[in-house]
């Protein structure tokens, strides 16, 4: 049983019959441990307790940014380092706007432009940003914003996934 999260897609990084995770203990609970254990060992609790803490205040930014966007709406709130939310367009039955934003997630991905994946919210399709990366910056999320903004623009013009968000 797959969360739907991990569900596969035609098109983007969720593509392909099967993962490597399908191959590996990686999704297992008990060896998913030692790579926590490593990492405590390698930085410590504290380096890793502001990694978290900057991620958190990440989503948080990232919620903002999709706040003050019309086009956008959050889907859930943001109590730690995920973000929920999906492009709006009028005039579109629940199904549409679904298929619309899951079309918007595999154009991101397949520009490689950020890696969101997508999962159900009260039985709508959001797209689902999990902030856990020490490497992301807040200019990164606001890439991410625009080129769901104008992902979504394209699609809803007609126009399918073209064109550049950088």
């Not at 049983?1 to 099967?18: D, F, K, S």
């Not at 191959?23 to 609970?29: F, I, Q, T």
């Not at 060896?31 to 390698?42: G, H, P, S, V, Y």
Request: charged share 25%.
């Amino acid at each position: 049983m797959r969360p739907a999260y991990l569900r596969t897609t035609n098109r983007g990084l969720g593509a392909g019959e099967t993962w490597p995770c399908d191959y590996g203990p990686e999704l297992s609970r008990s060896f998913r441990a030692l790579k926590i254990w490593f990492a405590f060992k390698e930085l410590g609790a504290e380096k890793i307790g502001k990694i978290v803490k900057q991620n958190c205040e990440q989503a948080r930014f990232l919620a903002q940014r999709i706040s003050r966007e019309p086009s956008l709406e959050l889907l859930a709130p943001v109590s730690l380092n995920i973000v929920c939310f999906r492009f709006r367009q009028a005039g579109l039955d629940a199904e549409t706007l679904d298929r619309l934003n899951a079309d918007i997630v595999a154009d991101v991905q397949s520009a490689g432009i950020a890696a969101p994946s997508t999962t159900k919210i009260q039985g709508q399709l959001a797209i689902r940003v999990n902030i856990t990366n020490h490497r992301t910056r807040r200019r990164d999320l606001d890439v991410l914003v625009d080129a769901v903004l104008l992902k979504g623009r394209e699609r809803a013009l007609g126009r399918g996934a073209t064109g550049s968000a950088r």
